[in-house]
């Protein structure tokens, strides 16, 4: 899971395809980290290609009273950086990219590009043929590719994507898995007990009864 070093401004980006969740998932994570962890953070959206958005996030954050920012450039995305450097925790609420369209993600590269280092988290929806899956992992590799987190683990009873997706790539770490839409409390850090557990039983709700 995500680490703060006291001190040090993190800034943690969120990248993937569209409608895995990845707006709700960074307020699920926002909460966590501001309202029980005592963090500073603000939310940054740039998502420039559906219509409003923007609102999703902004509601979030007044709801949470964490500040959102809209970026529309990289160079937007720098300043605003600048503008919050003494933040704990700058999450970054990027575009849904279809994996297909090499244009979009060079335009996501430039973005995580002004900032060095940037922790990118790819969303993955639990639900996503092994496949299709595959080929996100290698088309977003044009970016650094930090941590996989997955969600909608509540949508679906075959698990093995989990496994299958972190040899695949090369044993990149599985940060989080969300099981639902409430915010805060439908996201946990992943476990390897668990997740092994759900891959080989399938238990799903047993889980969900124990962790409340």
Same mark, same amino acid.
């Given at each position: 899971?995500?680490?703060?070093?006291?001190?040090?401004?993190?800034?943690?980006?969120?990248?993937?395809?569209?409608?895995?969740?990845?707006?709700?998932?960074?307020?699920?994570?926002?909460?966590?980290?501001?309202?029980?962890?005592?963090?500073?953070?603000?939310?940054?959206?740039?998502?420039?290609?559906?219509?409003?958005?923007?609102?999703?996030?902004?509601?979030?954050?007044?709801?949470?009273?964490?500040?959102?920012?809209?970026?529309?450039?990289?160079?937007?995305?720098?300043?605003?950086?600048?503008?919050?450097?003494?933040?704990?925790?700058?999450?970054?609420?990027?575009?849904?990219?279809?994996?297909?369209?090499?244009?979009?993600?060079?335009?996501?590269?430039?973005?995580?590009?002004?900032?060095?280092?940037?922790?990118?988290?790819?969303? *993955? @929806?639990? %639900? /996503?043929?092994?496949?299709?899956?595959?080929?996100? #992992?290698?088309?977003?590799?044009?970016?650094? $590719?930090? &941590?996989?987190?997955?969600?909608?683990?509540?949508?679906?009873?075959?698990?093995?994507?989990?496994?299958?997706?972190?040899?695949?790539?090369?044993?990149?770490? *599985? @940060?989080? %898995? /969300?099981?639902?839409?409430?915010?805060?409390?439908? #996201?946990?850090?992943?476990?390897?007990?668990? $997740?092994? &557990?759900?891959?080989?039983?399938?238990?799903?709700?047993?889980?969900?009864?124990?962790?409340?």
């Amino acid at each position: 899971p995500i680490q703060t070093v006291k001190g040090t401004t993190k800034v943690v980006a969120f990248i993937g395809p569209t409608g895995v969740g990845k707006t709700t998932t960074i307020a699920k994570l926002a909460a966590k980290y501001a309202l029980i962890e005592n963090k500073s953070i603000v939310m940054v959206g740039a998502d420039t290609y559906r219509i409003a958005a923007d609102l999703q996030l902004k509601k979030y954050g007044e709801i949470m009273g964490i500040p959102v920012e809209i970026v529309m450039t990289p160079d937007d995305f720098k300043k605003v950086i600048n503008k919050h450097i003494d933040k704990d925790l700058i999450f970054f609420d990027t575009a849904g990219r279809s994996p297909r369209n090499k244009k979009h993600l060079v335009e996501l590269k430039e973005f995580l590009s002004v900032y060095s280092p940037v922790e990118t988290h790819l969303v *993955i @929806s639990s %639900v /996503t043929k092994y496949f299709d899956a595959i080929s996100i #992992i290698n088309n977003f590799g044009l970016v650094p $590719i930090h &941590r996989v987190l997955f969600t909608k683990l509540d949508e679906t009873k075959n698990y093995g994507l989990m496994l299958n997706m972190s040899v695949s790539s090369g044993g990149i770490p *599985i @940060s989080y %898995v /969300t099981l639902g839409q409430n915010v805060p409390d439908d #996201i946990e850090a992943a476990d390897p007990g668990v $997740i092994a &557990r759900l891959i080989t039983k399938g238990d799903f709700e047993s889980w969900i009864r124990q962790r409340t």
